[in-house]
């Protein structure tokens, strides 16, 4: 399930969604409208549904869906929810965002 | 009381008692009625340090020894401490972990996260769900819930994502113990009062601590479909975990009193028609250095001699101090204690509350299963709380030796020495059946002992007051001859009795 514009890119995303509940739903479009929109320096992203593989929600301490697993310039960062707050995620993403 | 209701033999009327599964903590079925709610969930609340986790490792520690079993979910600790923590009280969970009947698991959150929209509690039902399944999990503990609901931002929705959560216990109809930490923060507790309402049985563990000395209660505050235990329960954390203080028996159920036995002094065994009786209570009274714990390490010295066993309870001195006080009296502790015939415990009467005294005490008897015990001195025990729980200690115990024929021997140090006057000190004459007054008084410049028998219920006694002379060769009733370092002390013509006689000239 990767995208990407760029293999070596800057942001590798994981994010734990629940199938298709409508905040799920909302998190995938929310992130490719971020990555399209912002991060011109390249990114992965993989999507991983808990309830199809609750082990690798058990592995990466996921207990709340979404979560977005961001591995960036400004080292690791958790971000949950549907991804709406747009301002947040700029924010956490880093200065060169 | 077992789940079972009057049916006024109405045959259309079938009552089914629920199904119950064992809490694995000592005490806790019997209030229950049989147990936790089979396949329901349960929720514990209480403060920091009123044992919750522990109650929820006994649950399923207990379950997985049977073969049942069991998720334990926690928000607060590691794996390992948990690993740690229940190894210091004999519990292998790794043993169990590794034949797959407990899975621990760390429900960590990240506190750095920054959230940016709402979101739910999916990943944690799938990890539930999943993780049940592949080992067939029949028990759960989710330890500190309210560290996942304060990550909410507002009660509707945290309310909204518990119900989830209890839609799918529902659904699996796992045994559930939830705990959460109350008392603490009166905002949290509004805002997640709506818990209560998902469980079937909610328990209240209360950790106080009143004039220094710390106190675990419980009380059952609602057990849907089933009868329980109303009252508040102690409850002691020791080191085999967690167990109720046995409730007192609602009936008495003494044994009557028994045979003679021999005191360890021919003279007093004179006066006392026989000796102690088994099964008796003998209160000692009197003042510091009367001889009260001479005279009772003469009993005990001379019960081990016959080859019976002696507890002995002291709340004032240490074994050793205890024994070389009553060896400068000839009374050697030693022998019987190296035989296994005597077991001394000392303890700070204040070191902790008259529940886990009686807890540890009652625990002893049972496995020591002694012929008497002593409990020196009925005085100290004051200072293991106020209010009634020295007199409710004394009486527990008083009450287990009568029930086991077991002689209970008391001391208690009093001031003054007017007849007729409380010398239990604790309103519980009643329950003494021999009472023996000690005195320590100067006539004419010289320290002199006494002893008199106030009461010996069901037999004769003697009525006088004996001097009670206490050599390097043990206790000597009424003879002047044979004092302590041999100096002559006479007393021409003087009487029994004449003691108190000149006590009261004086005053």
Not at chain 1, 49 to 72: K, M, R, S, W, Y
Not at chain 2, 21 to 50: C, E, H, Q, S, W
Request: glycine share 10%.
């Amino acid at each position: 399930m990767n995208k990407s514009s760029d293999p070596t890119g800057a942001y590798r995303f994981v994010l734990f969604v629940a199938d298709n509940e409508p905040n799920s739903v909302l998190a995938k479009e929310n992130l490719e409208h971020i990555c399209k929109e912002y991060l011109h320096a390249g990114y992965t992203v993989s999507i991983v549904d808990v309830l199809e593989d609750f082990q690798a929600a058990l592995d990466n301490d996921i207990l709340l869906t979404p979560t977005l697993l961001v591995e960036g310039p400004r080292g690791r960062r958790t971000i949950l929810g549907n991804l709406s707050e747009i301002d947040r995620i700029i924010l956490a993403l880093g200065s060169n965002v | 009381m077992d789940g079972e209701k009057e049916t006024f033999d109405n045959p259309m009327l079938k009552i089914i008692p629920l199904a119950k599964i064992g809490t694995g903590v000592d005490g806790f079925d019997n209030i229950l009625n049989g147990g936790y709610p089979a396949g329901r969930t349960t929720m514990l609340k209480g403060g920091p340090g009123a044992g919750k986790t522990l109650f929820a490792i006994q649950f399923l520690l207990q379950g997985a020894l049977k073969g049942r079993p069991g998720i334990f979910v926690t928000f607060e600790e590691s794996v390992e401490a948990i690993r740690i923590n229940s190894m210091t009280l004999g519990w292998d969970l790794r043993a169990l972990e590794e034949k797959g009947l407990l899975f621990l698991y760390h429900a960590k959150l990240d506190s750095a996260a920054v959230t940016a929209g709402p979101f739910s509690l999916k990943a944690l039902i799938a990890i539930l769900d999943g993780k049940s399944r592949s080992m067939g999990a029949q028990q759960l503990v989710i330890d500190a819930i309210d560290i996942l609901m304060r990550r909410f931002e507002n009660s509707a929705c945290a309310r909204n994502e518990l119900n989830s959560v209890h839609e799918w216990l529902d659904e699996k109809k796992i045994t559930t113990l939830l705990s959460i930490k109350s008392n603490e923060d009166p905002e949290m507790f509004a805002r997640f009062g709506f818990l209560d309402y998902m469980a079937d049985c909610v328990v209240n563990l209360d950790h106080r601590v009143f004039d220094q000395i710390s106190t675990r209660r419980l009380r059952v505050l609602k057990y849907r479909g089933s009868a329980f235990g109303t009252n508040e329960y102690p409850y002691v954390i020791s080191e085999t975990g967690i167990s109720l203080v046995p409730i007192a028996s609602v009936n008495l159920s003494h044994k009557p009193l028994g045979a003679y036995q021999a005191s360890g002094n021919k003279e007093l065994d004179g006066i006392l028609n026989g000796g102690y009786r088994r099964s008796s209570c003998v209160l000692i009274a009197g003042g510091a250095g009367a001889g009260k714990t001479t005279l009772a390490c003469t009993f005990v010295q001379a019960a081990c001699a016959r080859g019976e066993k002696a507890l002995y309870i002291s709340y004032e001195e240490s074994p050793e101090a205890l024994e070389s006080a009553v060896l400068s009296a000839g009374i050697k502790l030693q022998p019987a204690i190296k035989a296994g015939n005597l077991k001394i415990i000392s303890r700070l009467p204040e070191i902790m509350g008259s529940d886990e005294h009686l807890f540890y005490d009652l625990k002893m008897i049972n496995s020591f299963q002694p012929d008497q015990v002593v409990i020196d001195a009925v005085s100290a025990c004051n200072r293991m709380g106020s209010g009634k729980a020295p007199f409710d200690y004394l009486m527990r115990m008083v009450n287990a030796c009568k029930e086991r024929g077991i002689t209970c021997f008391l001391t208690n140090q009093v001031q003054g020495s007017i007849l007729g006057e409380d010398l239990s000190g604790m309103a519980f004459s009643s329950l003494v059946d021999t009472l023996i007054q000690l005195r320590l008084e100067t006539v004419q410049d010289e320290l002199r002992r006494s002893l008199l028998i106030l009461k010996t219920r069901g037999g004769k006694h003697s009525t006088r007051v004996h001097e009670l002379i206490i050599t390097d060769h043990g206790v000597v009733l009424g003879s002047r001859k044979s004092a302590a370092g041999g100096i002559p002390l006479e007393r021409p013509g003087r009487k029994p009795g004449a003691a108190r006689g000149a006590q009261r000239g004086a005053k």
